[in-house]
DNA sequence: GCATATCATACTGATTTAGTATACATTGCG
DNA sequence: CGCAATGTATACTAAATCAGTATGATATGC
């Protein structure tokens, strides 16, 4: 339906958050809970896809949290996006060939890709600096 | 999952049909699904939404089906998405303010609803001759 | 009258997604 | 050391969405 999962919304508010965190500090996902009202066992598994993906980076322990892996104008909604949904995929097509049967036939798939690489491109146009 | 629905993603199919269709004729669904290899059953249902919104014009009995209400110059692939999907809403609160319990301190809503009115944007920019 | 269209509604099964539960591992600090 | 706070991992459940099907009604051309 063209929509963003709550996961990835939940993941550019906690990120959102990390770009307020002051360098050498962290936060941890029970704080951001308290200040967010979101679930904190729903953020814990939103926080792990983003360290794997090298946005944010971790320390366990009982000062420890999570921070921005690098500066925040080096990363961008796109990478929050595809951290959490895998690669933009407007149809079936774009990511997996030879997926749909139609495919050699088909008179719109040149049309879907195009638009699908857009909107690509205009989220990775969107640094994480602009959610401060 | 920013993905369209497989019911977009048939109608544009359509309408992409229709595109070819000369002035006068018009292109029946049981015609199209034996060209597309799609299921015509779940073909009627798109043809049906299209219909409401004003995109194509049917005509019933032996000789009817569907034909496209104006010039294909004159929809857009957003009229096409819309129809089917309803607004492009990449989060709820987009479409449905209130919705969200944190929206009163959301740091991201501004953001995100300039990615939402750009998406759709992008999608207005793309006439239905682009998909002949 | 009959074949071929569109139109309407309802149902089912599969898939995805949100959200929860539980156990484990690491670190800081008194 | 021992405890409390943190992240890590896996598995499970319930709800929502979506694809696809079935059936019947209504209109039209020949």
Chains 1, 2 share one sequence.
Do not use: W
Not at 12 to 34: D, H, Y
């Amino acid at each position: 339906m063209l929509t963003l999962s709550r996961q990835t919304d939940y993941a550019l508010q906690f990120v959102a958050a990390l770009t307020r965190v002051p360098e050498g500090a962290s936060l941890s996902i029970r704080e951001f809970a308290r200040q967010s009202t979101l679930s904190s066992l729903f953020l814990q598994r939103i926080a792990i896809r983003l360290k794997r993906s090298g946005i944010v980076s971790a320390t366990k322990g009982s000062t420890g949290g999570y921070r921005l892996a690098r500066p925040a104008a080096e990363f961008t909604v796109q990478d929050v996006v595809e951290a959490i949904e895998g690669p933009v995929s407007v149809t079936l097509c774009v990511s997996k060939p030879g997926a749909c049967a139609f495919e050699h036939k088909c008179r719109t798939k040149k049309v879907v890709s195009k638009i699908n690489y857009q909107i690509a491109q205009l989220l990775r146009n969107v640094p994480l600096t602009e959610l401060t």
